[in-house]
């Protein structure tokens, strides 16, 4: 996976920070989106977050495990 790949979130993730649901609880399964960037290191160091792909779904952006996500297309 890598930036500007077409996803989409197979698994039931919660969120309660989507800006047109702020405050609930809102699952994220059937949305799509654009990889904005993966994470893995951090000025020059390996890093191992534990949700490195970053997701933009217009202008809200969430981050998610790869085993999360299917590339569309």
């Known amino acids: 996976m890598q930036a500007g790949d077409k996803v989409t979130v ?4 919660v969120v309660f920070n989507h800006p047109q649901h702020r405050g609930e609880a809102f699952d994220m ?6 990889v904005v960037s993966v994470l893995n290191d951090w000025k ?3 890093i191992s977050p ?3 792909v970053i997701v933009a779904f217009g ?3 969430a981050h998610f495990r790869a085993d999360e996500l299917t ?3």
């Open 29 to 34: 399964k059937g949305q799509s989106g654009e």
């Open 50 to 52: 534990t949700l490195p």
């Open 10 to 13: 197979e698994a039931s993730v």
């Open 71 to 73: 590339t569309a297309g």
């Open 59 to 61: 202008r809200y952006k």
């Open 44 to 46: 020059g160091r390996v």
